[in-house]
């Protein structure tokens, strides 16, 4: 028995949701999700807290380079132009962090836009050293204005929830508040607000996909001189893809500095780009699915790590940070030689072995 029903409309081939299971599934990550922060302690609340910064990442990547096919290893340079938005504006203006969320994406666009014209002329591993390029020179940057960024020393991260509040009235929001019967301190604030831009941009990069313009970012990345035969721009397509991605790039840095409450450059090297790309590899390249599972996985490898890496020999002598990387690598390694497709290859697997039950084609 079908899990879907029969397409056999244009328009049934659009919906988000298609049959009962995807609403079920729907339903019940919602749930989850909502009931998340009462059921586990401070450490794995802020484990979520991170997965959900890493899927408005990986969703932003994903756009490029699963959608558009552009390679970037200079997908952090984004987060750090976010952050340090977030914090510039939060120390000299005040500015609530409600506005911060779409100026930091809009600041890491607009950097995005601009490096996107060297996409016009390069491919493959050429743009890839281009990208690396941008990530070294936001670092220069953020290191050589130390009156503005904070240098090596970094910068604070105030939060303020409304135009002219003062500091002692921002330390509210630090602070333990009840909402009716329920009591948020601030990491599950944090939270519940991370969980709401997460589920924005997820919801934005799916319908996409749906999208004349995400279409066109795959044709491009099939074949960029047939789909310019057909009528597409793949100048103005690239360049939509670029400014889409850096822009969700933005925003999970100002997640990232709001969570982290006081940014240095450190965090924002190769080895998180690389990361990300690690993500939409091992959850399936070219799908929101693929984003959201593997920035997920990838957060829950911290806690594995500290679990697991203790027991396995020669890892033990590593850092829990080490330890979560190295197994991370084996753990791509192993999906790419058994499922190239990744989670989203074996996800459809399942749900095809149970379509067909039971029978076995």
Sequence with gaps: MALTPLVSRYRDDLRLFAGPWQKFGLVSAIVLALTFPFMVGAQWQTIGNLALIYVVAAVGLMVLSGFAGQISLGHAAFLALGGYTAAILGNRYQIPWWLIVPLGGCVSAIVGVGISFFALRLRGLYLAIVTIGLLYMVHHVLHSLPSITGGSAGISVPIYTWFGETKAESMEFYSKMAYGPVVLDFSQKLYYWFLLIAAGC????????????????????????????????????????????????????????????????????????????????????????????????????????????SS???????PSAQQSTVLFSLLVCFVLITEPAGLLGIWLRVKRYFQTWPFRY
């Design 202 to 309: 997820v919801f934005m990069a799916k319908n996409l996909t749906r999208s004349n313009a995400g279409r066109a970012m795959m044709a491009v990345r099939d074949q960029d001189m047939a789909a310019d035969a057909l009528g597409i721009n793949p100048t103005r397509t690239k360049i939509a893809a670029f400014a889409i991605s850096s822009f969700f790039g933005g925003v999970a840095g100002v997640m990232f500095a709001m969570q982290q409450q006081y940014l240095t450059v450190d965090p924002f090297h190769l080895g998180m780009s690389v990361e990300f790309i690690a993500m939409i590899v091992i959850g399936g390249v070219g799908t929101v699915f693929g984003a959201v599972a593997g920035a997920l996985l990838f957060a829950l490898l911290v806690p594995l790590a500290q679990i697991v890496g």
């Design 312 to 318: 396995i020999p020669y890892l033990e002598t590593l």
